[in-house]
């Protein structure tokens, strides 16, 4: 019915869903301050879930108010349309996102196949620092960030015996002023790589590999690792035969099987088979 005649009855119970709406949207976000609440792009608009149930129910009191509007102004199909346009434009939306995800995808499987062919030689204890140089990133979702360390143990399955998992680090940008310790040995922290708390701590440069980014294309440093005129020995490379460890349930989603001894030896050197 037009919006004129709906007044007071289903006017007012608009108004009262409204206000419902309104106070859930305003209330959602007390309790996701950890983040930054004015967030539009990346992982930190997981912000606004909690609001999502006030924002539609606003939302449809807002479409219907604006629907009856139009009609009493007898200029429905004005409503009709700037909806359309508004709803059209989040679908829109919706696919760039998923457009993001598919490069995310597609990012990861390439960094992990490279990890899978230079680093053949895991064992009890390594740990593979990658350079922040070179990494491409999506605006919508992090492809390799934070979450590396916690990736490989998912893509091979370590012996029971190994106390402490191989795991790659992400370097932070200006790692180099605080890596090396006095000792020799190198630091795994928030002023150095980018992973959870959970997983800091010291390493011994010998059980490291270093991984850098030398015209797009990722290698690794045969060491040693050299900071401040001083000199810290990396894990010497092996053979190019590949890792004996049993693949993982990420193994077939994250790495590209070379189709042949050729295709192996490529992605050694970084260059296309």
Known sequence: RPLFRAWPAELGEAAKLGLSGLL???????????IRAYAISGRDTRVHFAAILGASILWGVFAWLLLGLGEALRKRWLAVGLLAAVLGGLAG???????DYALSWELQRSFWTRIVALCPDLDDGTVILVDPNGFTDTRQ??????????????????????VIPPRVYRLEPGWEQHVLMGDGRLRLDASTVLAPPSLYGEVESER?????????????????????????PLKPPAGASPSGLRPGS???YLVERPRSLAGLLSLQSGRPE
């Not at 859930?24 to 996701?32: E, F, I, K, N, Q």
């Not at 939306?93 to 457009?99: A, D, P």
């Open 93 to 99: 939306f919706g696919f760039v996102i998923q457009r």
């Open 250 to 252: 990420l193994f077939p």
């Open 24 to 34: 859930m949207l305003v209330l959602a976000y007390p309790l996701t301050f950890t």
């Open 141 to 162: 979702i992090a492809a390799n960030h934070w979450n590396l360390p916690r990736v490989l143990e998912q893509i091979y399955e370590f012996p029971s015996d190994w």
């Open 208 to 232: 490291v590999i270093h991984l850098t980014f030398i015209d797009g294309a990722l290698g690794r440093d045969p060491g040693p690792l050299l900071i401040d005129g001083r000199e810290a």
